[in-house]
């Protein structure tokens, strides 16, 4: 079983900053891309970032000079560094990742239970 926790979220001021993780754990063999996304109220899910196992990214233009992501391949961790917040920002927060169990199978997209980033004044 692979788990991903997230952590990280909270409320924050409009241009203020956050920095989201999020951990794999479990039966792991191998992750590929990572990624988080986000769902605003009464928005449908949206990828905000995604980075390979080899450290390429992809950003969402909303998102583009503002969010940083990157990884520890070593601890099977993903980050999102967010600064200069603003209101539109405010969702849940989700990870996701591509991981492979055994050397055997293939890689399945597994999803983190979200955490809940407000930017309020």
């Known amino acids: 079983q692979v788990q991903l926790v997230e952590s990280g979220g909270g409320l924050v001021q409009p241009g203020g900053s956050l920095r989201l993780s999020c951990a794999a754990s479990?039966?792991?063999?191998?992750?590929?891309?990572m990624a988080w996304f986000r769902q605003g109220p009464g928005k449908q899910r949206e990828l905000v970032a995604v980075?390979?196992?080899?450290?390429?990214?992809n950003y969402a233009d909303s998102v583009k000079g503002r969010f940083t992501i990157s990884r520890d391949n070593t601890k099977n961790t993903v980050y999102l560094q967010m600064n200069s917040l603003k209101f539109e920002d405010t969702a849940v927060y989700y990870c996701n990742a591509g991981v492979l169990v055994n050397r055997y199978g293939s890689y399945l997209k597994y999803w983190g239970q979200g955490t809940q980033v407000t930017v309020s004044s």
């Open positions: 980075i390979t196992s080899l450290g390429s990214t």
């Open positions: 479990g039966s792991i063999f191998s992750i590929n891309d």
